[in-house]
């Protein structure tokens, strides 16, 4: 299906940018385009302008700091996790983005765009819940930070709100983190998947089966632990074509056992 005519902006400036959205209600950002342009396509969305990204170097790139805690632009492309040297500082990163899709994807999608779209089924959101990433929101009316706990609101829904921008990703050190999925093929989307960190106390985080990831804080790694934690959280996965609510249930204990264990035993 062809789209609608709408108007287009590729802003030089994050400011350019804000004014932009901030002037116009009906205005969308537009990251790499995977999910935006399909979801028009469909008439799932119709926003009146979109407001290009490509063209903002600000929202680029991998930075380290001498205690190892990364600054990631939301333009930076899944590919640049994948083969960025200061991204193998933790290395869950690259390694999950490697698992998204196909090569013409990961060339073109960027880790804003999936965080963004909060899709569910997205390999990031729970990633960034276990490993604590911060994340900086811009409006014209300044700065603020919000930790990956209070980012995600909903099913397509952040933090991030009309007239704003995301501009900035934090990871903290650490390296010992594990990602399990089972997804639709080689390189599709999840069906259900387990983050997990234990840099310090042990997180988990579920994907898959609720309109945000799912955070537990089990007591330790042991199996035991966790599949009590998953029971605990009073989880009612949804069903659809690909799995039951009750298979998809079982599929997260299984993961998040899996991610933990995996977690643990890493250097």
């Known amino acids: 299906m062809l789209l609608r005519e709408v108007e287009y902006a590729k802003p030089t400036s994050v400011a350019q ?155 903290p050190a650490g390296k010992r983190d594990a990602f399990a999925a089972v997804t639709l093929g080689v390189d599709g989307t999840c069906i259900a998947s387990a983050a997990a960190s234990v840099n310090g106390s042990l997180r988990i985080a579920l994907g898959c089966v609720d309109a945000t990831p799912v955070l537990l804080q089990p007591a330790s790694a042991d199996e035991g632990a966790v599949r009590e934690a998953v029971r605990a959280a009073g989880i009612d996965p949804p069903a659809d074509v690909h799995a039951s609510s009750e298979y998809r249930m079982h599929l997260v204990e299984v993961l998040a056992v899996r991610a933990a264990r995996q977690a643990s035993e890493r250097n």
């Not at 009906?26 to 990251?31: D, P, Q, S, V």
């Not at 939301?74 to 290395?91: C, F, G, I, N, Q």
């Not at 700065?143 to 609101?153: H, P, Q, S, Y």
């Open 17 to 171: 940018a804000l004014a932009i959205l901030s002037e116009n209600d009906g205005a969308r950002a537009l990251a790499g385009g995977q999910t935006m342009i399909n979801v028009m396509k469909a008439r799932a969305a119709s926003p009146d302008a979109l407001v290009d990204l490509a063209a903002l170097e600000g929202l680029k790139g991998i930075e380290l700091a001498g205690d190892g805690t990364l600054s990631i632009g939301p333009m930076t492309t899944y590919t640049d996790l994948v083969v960025s040297a200061e991204a193998k500082a933790r290395p869950i990163l690259g390694e999950v983005c490697a698992q998204i899709a196909d090569v013409q994807v990961r060339n073109r999608g960027t880790i804003g765009g999936n965080l963004c779209s909060n899709d569910p089924t997205n390999h990031l959101p729970p990633l960034m819940v276990s490993i604590g990433a911060q994340m900086t929101i811009a409006g014209q009316g300044g700065e603020r930070v919000v930790t990956a706990d209070e980012f995600f609101l909903g099913v397509y829904l952040t933090a991030v709100g009309p007239g704003e921008l995301l501009t900035k990703i934090t990871i």
